[in-house]
C-alpha cells in the first residue's frame, strides 16, 4: 500500500512565526487531505487538496502530485494553532477505500 | 456541513463488558469507517462500510465486529471489552469512491478497566 511521511515530527514555535509541514507519498493519490488534531482529539478537516494550491485564512497548501508531496503553510502562527497536524492519502488498492495517515508532525506555538 | 456526530465522548467500561459506539452521519455518504488512535501507533481502520449491511475488514478487526442497517449509522461493537482496547476511536465518513473528502466525528475515549 502507499506510504505517506511526515516532517518534521515536531515543531516548536513563537506565536506570529511561520511553518512550514511537509508531507511525502509513495504512489501516486486521488486525494491527498490535511487535517488539524485539537486537543480534544477531534480531527478538524483543513484541505482537501489531491493536486494544486489552496488558501484559507492564514493557512495554504500545495501538492505537487508529481513530485508526490504536499505542503501545509501557516503564517503569523497563533497558540490555537497548537496540536497535531496530518495528512491522509488514497490510492484504490483492491476495493479498500481507506485513507492512509501520515504519523503527524506536533506543533507547538508559545505565546 | 457535513456533520458525523458519535454517541459518546468520553465511556468508561468494565472487562469483558459489551460495548456499542454508535456513529450518525447527516450527509447521505455511502462509506464509514471505524478508527482507533493509540500513541506511536497513529491511526488504523478497524472496520468499514461501504453500503448497508456490508462490511470489509480494516487492519486491525479482531475483537471488534459492525453493524449498519441504515445508511447513516454506523456502530462499532466490543463484544467483550479488554484493557487493551483503551483507546480514542474515531468515525468517518465519505461519498463512495475513495477519492472524495472525509470527514471526522468528535472521537469517543474508551477506557475499559
Known amino acids: 500500500g502507499i506510504q505517506v511521511e511526515q516532517s518534521p515530527p515536531d515543531l516548536i514555535l513563537q506565536e506570529g512565526a511561520n511553518s512550514t509541514l511537509r508531507c511525502n507519498f509513495s504512489?501516486?493519490?486521488?486525494?491527498l487531505q490535511w487535517f488539524h488534531q485539537n486537543p480534544w482529539g477531534q480531527l478538524i478537516n483543513l484541505f482537501y487538496?489531491?493536486?494544486g494550491t489552496k488558501q484559507n485564512g492564514r493557512l495554504s497548501a500545495t501538492t505537487v502530485a508529481t513530485e508526490r508531496y504536499s505542503l501545509l503553510y501557516i503564517s503569523s502562527s497563533q497558540t490555537t494553532d497548537s496540536g497535531v497536524y496530518f495528512c491522509?492519502?488514497?490510492?484504490?488498492?483492491?476495493?479498500?477505500?481507506?485513507?492512509?495517515f501520515g504519523t503527524g508532525t506536533r506543533l507547538t506555538i508559545i505565546p | 456541513d457535513v456533520k458525523v456526530t458519535q454517541s459518546s465522548r468520553y465511556l468508561v467500561k468494565r472487562t469483558g463488558e459489551k460495548v456499542f459506539l454508535e456513529c450518525v452521519q447527516d450527509?447521505?455518504?455511502?462509506?464509514m469507517f471505524w478508527y482507533r488512535q493509540d500513541p506511536g501507533l497513529g491511526l488504523r481502520l478497524i472496520y468499514f462500510?461501504?453500503?448497508?449491511?456490508?462490511?470489509e475488514k480494516g487492519d486491525i478487526p479482531e475483537g471488534y465486529s459492525v453493524s449498519r442497517e441504515k445508511k447513516e449509522r454506523f456502530s462499532l461493537i466490543l463484544e467483550s471489552a479488554s484493557t487493551n482496547q483503551t483507546s480514542m476511536y474515531l468515525c468517518?465518513?465519505?461519498?463512495?469512491?475513495?477519492?472524495?473528502?472525509?470527514?471526522f466525528g468528535p472521537g469517543t475515549r474508551l477506557t475499559v478497566t
Open positions: 468517518a465518513s465519505t461519498l463512495a469512491g475513495g477519492a472524495y473528502e472525509q470527514y
Open positions: 504512489d501516486s493519490v486521488n486525494n
Open positions: 487538496i489531491p493536486s
Open positions: 491522509a492519502a488514497f490510492r484504490p488498492n483492491f476495493g479498500n477505500e481507506k485513507l492512509t
Open positions: 450527509m447521505d455518504h455511502e462509506n
Open positions: 462500510s461501504y453500503d448497508v449491511k456490508m462490511k
